[in-house]
């Protein structure tokens, strides 16, 4: 199916990716994937991730722009002194959106927006706020849906394509938070 609506899609991971890409299709937008995350720690961690993404898209059809390299050192000076819970994801969503906003204008999507969206773990709000303030920026514009009503769905697409399934957000400190190590208490 062709669409003539472009949708450039920021992917966390593949899991996150699945639900999203199907109800954005459904929706008849062309989607095209983005993988940025560096707040992804460690590198064995993104590199996992990453081919569970590769994975997926070559099961579903999905062109995926490819950030080349690993930038967590991005990520920690942006967040250094900012880490407590919520603040840092504020600056990750912007790091991380703020790339797919610049490459949705550079090839013409009409619209740009987030797997992020679909987690009960993320801030929805905090989230269209950044998002919107990018499409401002940027001049393109930023797609909301609430797609947290397909959280249970990604589960089970996740089981049916075999994905790798994290156990954590991505960053050092949401890392901690799992294990509860004694820092950054929300």
């Known amino acids: 199916m062709s669409s003539s609506k472009k949708i450039l ?47 997926y898209a070559q099961a579903v059809g999905l062109p995926v722009f490819w950030h080349e390299g690993y930038e967590m050192p991005a990520f920690f000076r942006a967040v250094v002194g900012r880490e407590r819970f919520r603040e840092r994801c504020a600056i990750c969503y912007r790091l991380r959106l703020s790339k797919t906003a610049e490459l949705a204008r550079e090839h013409g999507s009409d619209a740009f927006t987030t797997t992020l969206l679909i987690s009960p773990y993320q801030d929805q709000e ?32 996740a089981r049916e394509y075999g994905l790798y399934l994290q156990r954590y957000c991505g960053c050092l400190y949401s890392e901690w938070e799992r294990e509860d190590v004694g820092t950054l208490k929300r």
């Open 9 to 55: 899609l920021h992917i966390c991971c593949a899991p996150c990716a699945t639900y999203t890409v199907l109800r954005l299709r459904e929706e008849g937008w062309g989607v095209t994937g983005h993988w940025y995350n560096p707040n992804i720690h460690p590198f064995a961690e993104h590199e996992k991730r990453r081919e569970s993404l590769v994975s």
């Open 126 to 157: 905090m989230i269209r706020q950044v998002g919107q303030a990018l499409a401002q920026e940027y001049s393109v514009a930023f797609y909301f849906e609430n797609f947290q009503r397909g959280w249970s769905e990604r589960g089970r697409l």
